[in-house]
């Protein structure tokens, strides 16, 4: 499963000094890995997270591998919409432009909770909290005059498509797998939507699946649910297929499509694609990509933040 290059190769002779890359979820696994990339081009790179040892580990864990490293942290906690406007506004006190927004961190099949402002904890956290984090940098990411928002998605969309009249499940008993697949469907609808508003200020959008990759993400799921995985997921016959017990790839490969989201040349006049192992990739399903739900999702999202924002 590793037929895809590292994260660190597809950064190989990338130039990217005097530009800012803030990644949220920078702390482990794959936002982890992103920054010692980005990193490594020379951009100053952002790290938001929520927890600030593991911000401050992974901060001492980059100056070693790369001495030269510019790098600043945030404390970023997306299932607070009050937290999520301290960290842009410390972003803004670092930033005063963003060239590449890396929507990457996420949780994934949590047992049913709410964030503190009421929306199910994976939609908040992976959808909602992204969508108001990108809003409130807006500003940041036009001022760069060309710009990359990279929103990790996942082939796990399949498992659901976002139900628009229940998105929060107040109305329905809840399913983790299928929360968690809502979730990742918003984070494309969000990618297409984005580019869409955002392309003609220079500022381009992408959804990324980065493999099955052995991460902490996994942290909630019992062996049940990686047999029931397995067994749910559809096989696409145009691509392998995969056993998410056996096939799995590390973070130094997983986060190369991510990275080439964020520098790859080819994507410079591209956007609103979904991305898989360094390539554009056609076979994601198709609610997924459609448009006019993009655009209801969008002002849903907008009206759901203004609101609990107002306290309402
Ligand atoms: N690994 C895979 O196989 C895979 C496959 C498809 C898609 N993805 C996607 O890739 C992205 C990265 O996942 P990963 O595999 O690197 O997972 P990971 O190792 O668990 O890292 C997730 C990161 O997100 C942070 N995070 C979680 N909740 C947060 C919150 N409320 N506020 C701020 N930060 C928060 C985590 O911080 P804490 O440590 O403090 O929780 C951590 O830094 C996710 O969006 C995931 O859906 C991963």
Redesign the pocket.
């Given at each position: 499963m590793t037929s895809t290059p590292t994260a660190l190769e597809v950064v190989d002779g990338v130039d990217l000094t005097g530009k800012i890359c803030v990644i949220?979820?920078?702390?482990?696994?794959?936002?982890?890995e992103s920054a010692r990339a980005l990193a490594k081009t020379g951009a100053h790179v952002i790290l938001?997270?929520?927890?600030r040892a593991?911000l401050a580990d992974t901060e001492a864990w980059i100056r070693a591998e790369v001495p030269d490293a510019v790098i600043s942290t945030v404390e970023?906690?997306?299932?607070s919409l009050a937290a999520i406007r301290s960290a842009a506004k410390a972003i803004d006190a670092i930033a005063p432009a963003i060239h590449v927004l890396m929507n990457?961190?996420?949780?994934?099949f949590t047992p049913f909770g709410r964030t503190t402002d009421g929306f199910e904890m994976q939609f908040g956290?992976?959808h909602l909290?992204h969508f108001e984090l990108t809003r409130l940098l807006e500003p940041q990411l036009a001022m760069a005059g060309g710009a990359r928002i990279v929103n990790?998605?996942?082939?796990?969309h399949r498992l659901a498509d976002v139900d628009l009249d229940d998105p929060n499940w107040q109305h329905r008993e809840y399913d983790k797998f299928a929360a968690y697949g809502a979730s990742?469907t918003a984070?494309i609808l969000h990618a297409v939507e984005l580019d869409r508003r955002l392309r003609d200020r220079a500022i381009r959008a992408y959804a990324v699946?980065?493999?099955?990759?052995?991460?902490?993400?996994?942290?909630h799921m019992s062996r049940d649910d990686f047999t029931a995985l397995t067994e749910f997921v559809p096989s696409d016959p145009a691509r392998d297929k995969v056993d998410v017990r056996r096939d799995?790839s590390m973070?130094e490969h997983?986060a190369a499509t991510q990275v080439w989201a964020a520098v790859g040349d080819d994507l410079a006049d591209v956007g609103s694609v979904y991305l898989a192992d360094c390539r554009i990739q056609e076979d994601m399903a198709p609610y997924a990509m459609d448009e006019a739900r993009a655009r209801r999702l969008w002002e849903i999202s907008e009206r759901f933040c203004t609101d609990a924002s107002a306290g309402h």
């Open positions: 949220t979820g920078a702390s482990a696994g794959l936002g982890r938001a997270a929520r927890n593991a970023l906690d997306l299932t990457n961190a996420g949780v994934m956290t992976n909290g990790l998605s996942s082939d796990g990742k984070n699946h980065p493999g099955v990759v052995a991460t902490s993400l996994a942290r799995f973070p997983g």
